[in-house]
């Protein structure tokens, strides 16, 4: 069964420091990885996607994301990190012909100053 | 442009009672999709909509749980008989390119 693992339930670090959120995943085939931003009280947003290709793929807010397959990960990184990015992260894999999301279980950030 | 919207956005009912949450997706996405959050967890599949019919319905929890989806746009989620474990935030989203699914604000159901 697909299952997606956020081992880090919560992180902090200071700000300007760097940051990489970790994302193992379970899938047989190859898979549509995602990471989401879910800050308090505000939606999900999207972050970035990988769907084929380049295995280092940028996304918004300066955050990028590298596939490997051998490590069955997708971890998540900022060179550094804003006071702004505290926050709840999600990462996701795309499952079944209908695309449903399967979501780890998120890993809260807090930024100390 | 609009992005998804739901209502309401906080939802308080008693114990047994119905609730109707409703969604409506970004113009033009052919997919939609509902998931659950209950606190401090991550999010869980309910229903996958392609049009106005439901492909996947495999992760509605009981058949308290059902959704209608009308003119390819609004859908409804509708708990019947609300029990307390049903409390979470319900999250709709859609797509248009397929996997890349926007999210609404969510609706955040109470059951007291």
């Known amino acids: 069964a697909q299952s997606v693992t956020q081992p880090d339930i919560h992180i902090t670090v200071s700000e300007g420091a760097s940051l990489e959120l970790r994302c193992n995943y379970s899938?047989?085939?190859?898979?549509?990885l995602f990471w989401y931003v879910q800050s308090p009280g505000q939606g999900l947003q999207l972050l970035l996607k990988?769907?084929?290709?380049?295995?280092l793929v940028q996304g918004i807010k300066g955050f990028e994301a590298e596939f490997k397959r051998s490590q069955s990960s997708f971890n998540l990184r900022k060179p550094s990190v804003h006071w702004s990015d505290a926050a709840e992260y999600f990462c996701?894999?795309?499952?079944?012909?209908?695309?449903?999301?399967?979501f780890g279980q998120g890993t809260e950030l807090s930024v100390k100053p | 442009g609009a992005g998804v919207s739901q209502s309401p956005s906080n939802k308080v009912t008693e114990k047994g009672k119905d609730v109707e949450l409703r969604c409506d997706p970004i113009?033009?996405?052919?997919?939609l999709y509902w998931y659950r959050q209950r606190l401090g967890q991550g999010l869980e599949f309910l229903i996958y909509?392609?049009?106005?019919?439901?492909?996947?319905k495999s992760g509605l929890p009981s058949d308290r749980f059902s959704a209608e989806r009308t003119g390819e746009s609004v859908s409804t989620l509708t708990i019947q008989r609300t029990q307390q474990e049903d409390s979470a935030v319900y999250l709709c989203?859609?797509?248009?390119?397929?996997?890349?699914?926007?999210f609404g604000p969510g609706t955040r159901l109470t059951v007291t």
């Open positions: 996701a894999v795309g499952a079944g012909q209908g695309g449903k999301l399967i």
């Open positions: 909509f392609q049009g106005n019919s439901a492909p996947d």
């Open positions: 899938y047989g085939a190859t898979p549509y």
């Open positions: 989203a859609s797509s248009l390119v397929f996997h890349e699914q926007y």
């Open positions: 113009s033009g996405h052919t997919a």
């Open positions: 990988y769907f084929s290709g380049d295995t």
